[in-house]
């Protein structure tokens, strides 16, 4: 399946970008995917094997109305070629690609309590001046984390919680000992 999500989700960006539709068609397919995500009917209606093309086809049309024509064209086709079981594969690849070109880089802050917009803004700026990158800052709370915080950046974790910091010297005493 991941295969088919990256060729689908690079034919969509290669077509919208082509367009000049990039934001809008991610945005829209951000949007009926969310809501197919969030509703099991949806997902039962156009997941199932058992309704043809032509009837998912209807349905869409009666679920998805005043889409861009390529988001609209895109969806006819997974329905057609029994691929809207990758829609949300799909998404993921055409936000890796739309996030690559438009160089933004996913920042997530995790900390033990929530942080203040300035900290956060501190946090991001340092990050988008030493990568040349545009980022996109995003903040979790987890109490697990004690303090510190935890800071993922693309793929990449920078973990500088007291929490790790336990861990680590727990595992310290127990080799010791």
Known sequence: ??????????????AAQDK???????EQLGEISDAIAGDHDLQVFFFSPSLTSEQQKVGLHKAVTDANEL????LELLIDNHRMSSLFKIREELDTLADAENQLLPVQIVSAVELDEK?????GDQIAEQTGQQVEM???????????????????VLDASIRRRLDHLRKEVARAA
């Open 1 to 14: 399946m991941e295969d088919v999500a990256a060729v689908y989700g690079r034919s969509l960006f290669e």
């Open 20 to 26: 000049g539709e990039l934001d809008e068609v991610r």
């Open 71 to 74: 988001v609209g064209n895109f």
């Open 119 to 123: 900290t956060v803004k501190q946090v």
């Open 138 to 156: 995003s903040t979790a709370v987890d109490p697990d984390v004690l303090g510190g915080l935890v800071v993922r950046v693309g793929n990449t």
